[in-house]
């Protein structure tokens, strides 16, 4: 009996993706000499912009102020801030190499380690866009994006709560998840996406927490992902962390799948033991 084509009718009957082991397509953890302590990220696959005017976006290490938030020694991260007195908004943005606007992934998914840092009386959020986003500051991300979320770091409110766009760059049709990603810790994101089927889904330190169609539904794929805040008058500071961006070629399965899989594997090798003491 074949058992990996009996799983696989199993997925399939149960209306789940079949999925084949996930490839590194890229990745980045700033390690690179070429990413410099204490200096703007500046490398062929990163833009920076916006930070003229009091925000920051810089390379961090054990050394630095501030330190980087991950703490691993000789380790450097990507530390971002939005300053209140800035009315732009500082952008980080990873472009995947090898994919561009008009040719990008199609489907996999990618994954990034991320620290909030809360802050006293904060009003603000971050903002995450993924698709086919230009290196420019005149672009708005979530408008180029097939996902677009955000995690709030307002004090009045639920810091670290996740909300995101559902088929819409409205921010006014934004929906709340029932996830609170924990500030000053680290915290593992990965989003998976099919343009197959315009949909994508989040998971927060490997629990999936949104599914959805797509953000913008015309968009084919990611070529970049963009880090960013909520602007805002009255918003105050904010500063967060990002390190280990990973990209791969197909999604990683949800805890629900790789259960079925194990179960079903389990299942097959019964009925193959019974079989063979006939």
Known sequence: MNINKTL???????????????????????QNSVFVSDAAPSNSDVFVGNTSNGNVVRVVDSSTSP??????????????????????????????????TSAPLASGSISFDIYLQTVTNGRNSIEINLGTI????????????????????STATTTGSISYFNNTISGGAISSS???????????????????????????????????????????????????TVNAATYTDLNYYIDNIVVSDSAIPEPGTTALLVGGAGLMVAIGARRSVR
């Open 8 to 30: 696989g009718s199993i997925l399939i009957a149960a209306g789940l993706p079949v999925l084949a082991s996930a490839a590194t397509l890229a990745s980045e953890d700033f």
């Open 67 to 100: 330190l980087d938030a991950f703490a691993g020694s000789g380790n450097k991260s990507i530390y971002i801030h939005r300053d209140a007195a800035d009315a732009t908004l500082p952008i980080f943005q990873y472009v995947v190499p090898g994919y561009s």
């Open 134 to 153: 230009a290196s420019s500051t005149s672009i708005v991300g979530r408008n180029s994006s097939f996902a677009s979320f955000q995690i709030n770091a």
């Open 178 to 228: 029932s996830a609170v990603m924990t500030p000053n810790q680290k915290n593992t994101i990965s989003v998976s996406w099919s343009n197959e089927t315009k949909t994508y889904s989040i998971a927060l330190n490997g629990e999936t927490i949104v599914s959805s169609a797509y953000t913008v539904g015309s968009i084919q794929g990611l070529s970049s992902i963009r880090f960013t």
